[in-house]
């Protein structure tokens, strides 16, 4: 209830600070969300995106999905990620 009524704000990303990439693969769906620590070493968030499967990737396996969230998280943040070092967890 707390987290729900306190949304995480988004930050614009600071140049000097690695990106960290968090992507997940379920059955159904691809979530990603680029992140970085700010300087209190506390880490914000930049950018959600998501997407439901289509049904050819359903029948993917779990290491296949969980490439693909990591394509798609690449394809759509690409301007994020030209000149800065990112993580991928």
């Given at each position: 209830?707390?987290?729900?009524?306190?949304?995480?704000t988004?930050?614009?990303?600071?140049?000097?600070?690695?990106l960290?990439?968090y992507?997940?693969a379920?059955?159904?769906?691809l979530?990603?969300?680029l992140?970085?620590?700010?300087d209190?070493?506390r880490?914000?968030?930049?950018?959600?995106?998501?997407?439901?499967?289509?049904?050819?990737?359903?029948?993917?396996?779990q290491?296949?999905?969980?490439?693909l969230?990591?394509?798609f998280?690449t394809k759509?943040?690409r301007?994020?990620m030209l000149?800065?070092e990112?993580?991928?967890m």
């Amino acid at each position: 209830k707390r987290f729900l009524l306190s949304p995480p704000t988004l930050m614009p990303p600071k140049l000097d600070h690695p990106l960290i990439l968090y992507s997940r693969a379920t059955n159904v769906s691809l979530a990603c969300m680029l992140a970085q620590e700010d300087d209190n070493k506390r880490e914000r968030v930049i950018y959600f995106i998501s997407r439901t499967l289509l049904d050819y990737e359903t029948r993917y396996t779990q290491a296949e999905r969980e490439c693909l969230a990591i394509v798609f998280a690449t394809k759509r943040l690409r301007h994020y990620m030209l000149n800065q070092e990112t993580k991928v967890m």
